[in-house]
């Protein structure tokens, strides 16, 4: 099952400070998310996206994430609780995850292989 970078998520105190930040050091737009995307702003181009939403005080809040994209979320889950991970947070769109040394990441559900 291939898995790829699909999203790097940052929480931002000042969420419009952060827009600024990013998008001027990467020179990227940062536009309003579709409804399927949650909460904030985002790249939308080619390649990883790049997120920002206000923090919060769920378990995605807190520091940035890399999230991977997998064809099966509920197949990936079980790998990580297999391998020594933990699920902090599961979800049918996106989870968080711990891997076996307790540095977070999030998986979300990507199309599905040919």
Same mark, same amino acid.
């Given at each position: 099952m291939p898995h790829h970078l699909?999203?790097?998520?940052? #929480?931002?105190?000042? #969420? +419009?400070? @952060? !827009?600024?930040?990013? /998008? =001027?050091?990467l020179g990227v737009g940062l536009d309003d998310r579709g409804p399927a995307e949650g909460r904030g702003w985002q790249t939308h181009g080619a390649g990883p996206a790049l997120g920002i939403h206000e923090r919060g005080r769920g378990p995605g809040d807190t520091v940035s994430l890399p999230y991977f994209a997998v064809a099966?979320?509920? @197949?990936?889950?079980? *790998? &990580?609780?297999?391998?020594? =991970?933990? &699920?902090?947070? #599961?979800? +049918? /769109?996106?989870?968080?995850? !711990?891997?076996? +040394? =307790?540095? #977070?990441?999030?998986?979300? !559900? =990507?199309? *599905?292989?040919p």
């Open positions: 699909s999203l790097i998520e940052f #929480p931002a105190d000042d #969420p +419009e400070r @952060a !827009r600024s930040f990013w /998008s =001027g050091l099966d979320l509920g @197949a990936a889950l079980e *790998q &990580v609780t297999a391998l020594g =991970g933990s &699920v902090i947070h #599961p979800g +049918e /769109s996106f989870a968080i995850c !711990r891997d076996s +040394e =307790g540095s #977070p990441f999030g998986l979300a !559900r =990507g199309p *599905q292989d």
